[in-house]
C-alpha cells in the first residue's frame, strides 16, 4: 500500500445537500488513516468555509463545526479559490483559522500536486 | 506491473454517470485491468438497493453490478453509514430480508482509504 496525496475537492454550498458533510467525513477517515490530505473550496463550495451561519434556523445539524476537528487530523490545508468569493461578493470572513485564498492559476497548481482528487 | 483502478461511485442508478461507470469498469476488466474494487458512497449506496423496481425496457442498473461481481470477481463496497441514512441496512443479514443486495460487500469509509491507497488510479465520474 503506498502512501498518496488526497484532494478533496468541495463545490455545493453546506445545507442544500448533504455533499459537504460526506465531503468532511471522507475527509477527516483519510486523515485517521494519517493519508496527506487537503481541502479545497470552488464554486458554491466556499459557502462551506464563510462564518455567521445558523444551521439550526433551517433544522439542520451544523456540521460546519466539525471543521475544528481538521486541525486534530493534521489536515492543515485548506485551500478556498479567491474567483469563486469574489463572483459570489463574499470577504474573507471564515470560520476556520488557517485558510489558504488562492488565484485560479495557483489553486490549480496545488491540485496537481495530489495523487488523487474527489469531487463532492 | 498489472494496472490497478479503483472506482469511486456517488451517483444513483438512474444517474448517466453510474451507467458510464459499469461501461468504464467493463471495458477496464475487458483490457487487463484489475479492479481492486468499485466503492459506493452517496446516493451511490442506493446501486445496492435491492426491490429498485425500474421497467423491464429501461436499463438495469443493479443487474450490470451483478454481473461485474460473479463474472469477473470485482468487489463491490458501500458505505454502511451512508446507506442506513438512504434506508438501506445489513441489520437484516444476508438473507431475504436485507434490502441489500448480496453482490455487495457492506463497508465503510475505511475501505476507500485502503482502495485509494492499492490502485494506481482512482476514478470518480
Redesign the interface.
Known amino acids: 500500500m503506498a502512501d498518496k496525496t488526497i484532494a478533496i475537492i468541495n463545490t455545493q454550498a453546506p445545507f442544500s445537500s448533504a455533499d459537504g458533510k460526506e465531503a468532511l467525513d471522507a475527509a477527516l477517515i483519510f486523515g485517521s488513516y494519517e493519508q496527506a490530505t487537503s481541502l479545497f473550496f470552488l464554486a458554491d463550495g466556499v459557502f462551506q468555509v464563510i462564518g455567521g451561519q445558523n444551521a439550526s434556523a433551517i433544522e439542520i445539524k451544523n456540521y460546519l463545526k466539525t471543521f475544528s476537528a481538521l486541525a486534530f487530523y493534521d489536515i492543515d490545508n485548506i485551500y478556498v479559490c479567491q474567483q469563486s468569493l469574489t463572483e459570489r461578493d463574499l470577504t474573507a470572513n471564515f470560520h476556520i483559522d488557517n485558510v489558504q485564498v488562492l488565484t485560479s492559476e495557483e489553486f490549480s497548481q496545488r491540485l496537481h500536486q495530489h495523487n488523487v482528487i474527489y469531487r463532492f | 506491473m498489472q494496472n490497478t483502478l479503483a472506482l469511486?461511485v456517488?451517483t444513483p442508478p438512474n444517474s448517466n454517470l453510474t451507467t458510464t461507470a459499469i461501461n468504464l469498469v467493463k471495458t477496464a476488466v475487458e483490457k487487463g485491468v484489475a479492479i481492486v474494487g468499485v466503492f459506493f458512497?452517496?446516493d451511490g449506496v442506493l446501486n445496492a438497493a435491492k426491490h429498485l423496481s425500474i421497467p423491464t425496457d429501461e436499463y438495469q442498473t443493479l443487474q450490470h453490478w451483478q454481473q461485474l461481481n460473479r463474472e469477473f470477481d470485482v468487489p463491490l463496497y458501500l458505505c454502511v453509514?451512508?446507506a442506513e441514512?438512504r434506508g438501506l441496512t445489513d441489520e437484516l443479514g444476508k438473507n431475504e430480508n436485507s434490502n441489500i443486495d448480496q453482490a455487495f460487500t457492506v463497508s465503510g469509509?475505511?475501505e476507500?482509504?485502503?482502495l485509494?491507497?492499492?490502485a494506481e488510479r482512482?476514478v470518480?465520474l
Do not use: R
Open positions: 469511486v456517488t458512497y452517496q453509514t451512508a441514512k469509509l475505511g476507500l482509504v485502503e485509494t491507497c492499492k482512482v470518480q
